[in-house]
């Protein structure tokens, strides 16, 4: 589905999550500040995980639209921390509550996994593995295959899932939500990866003026968080 309202930015995003290339998300100066690396799960080489560690720094997370997290089994990793903790209490006052998150109302997080035909499941030829099989795992469920997430998947592991809300950016507006949004609007497979840019002189969050900065540099779109919100409306209602 095409819209010619789109702009130039949300057009150039849209293409490069086609073609499998990288893009970049700030999600608001008013939730986390932060900026993410985005490029889809299937297209995901160990060159991109070395390029996302090295220049991103933060975690590197698969993103699953939340239709399909469901029809995997994909749990809130809080859920299960709160089932187990009626019957482990020091696990009580660790887990996330509503009010916790100063930026939003919940965490997104799910479970971390590593594919079966991984050994340790760190280095970058094996995360990039993982990422690629859950962007199969992804599609195959959206065509209405049987599959067995277990069967493929184990955890713990090195490649955190993170499970987005089900009607995306109505209900969060993380990155998590925003790149799926992108991935609808590409028709592309809702299995994105993401990864914080920190800041190598501070520790901190790469500022968006930096962001922005290095992505002219590498000629790669870079997106702000109402960009998408406006588009995906759009999209909505085409």
């Known amino acids: 589905m095409t819209n010619e309202n789109y702009t130039d930015n949300i057009k150039n995003a849209i293409k490069a999550a086609q073609n499998g290339e990288m893009f970049f998300i700030y999600d608001s100066d008013s939730r986390e500040g932060e900026t993410d690396f985005v490029i889809t799960a299937s297209s995901v080489t160990p060159d991109d995980v070395r390029w996302m560690r090295r220049d991103g720094g933060g975690l590197i997370c698969v993103v699953i639209d939340g239709e399909n997290s469901q029809k995997l089994g994909l749990p809130f990793i809080s859920d299960v921390l709160r089932d187990e903790a009626r019957s482990n209490p020091a696990l009580g006052n660790t887990v996330e509550k509503g009010g916790d998150l100063a930026y939003d109302n919940r965490s997104s997080f799910s479970i971390w996994v590593n594919h079966r035909k991984t050994r340790t499941g ?26 067995s997430f277990g069967s493929e998947f184990r955890t713990p592991g090195h490649v955190a899932l993170l499970r987005a809300a089900d ?59 109402q960009e998408i919100v406006d588009a995906y409306e759009q999209w909505e209602q085409a």
């Open 122 to 147: 760190i280095p970058d030829n094996d995360r990039a593995l993982t990422i690629n099989e859950l962007s199969n795992i992804t599609e195959k469920c959206m065509k209405g295959e049987d599959v």
């Open 167 to 225: 009607r995306l950016v109505h209900d969060r507006k993380g990155q998590t939500e925003l790149s799926i949004a992108i991935a609808k609007m590409a028709d592309v497979t809702p299995a994105m990866v993401v990864c914080e840019m920190l800041d190598d002189s501070n520790g901190r969050a790469l500022s968006k003026e930096d962001a922005k900065e290095y992505a002219k540099l590498h000629n790669l779109v870079f997106l702000e968080g």
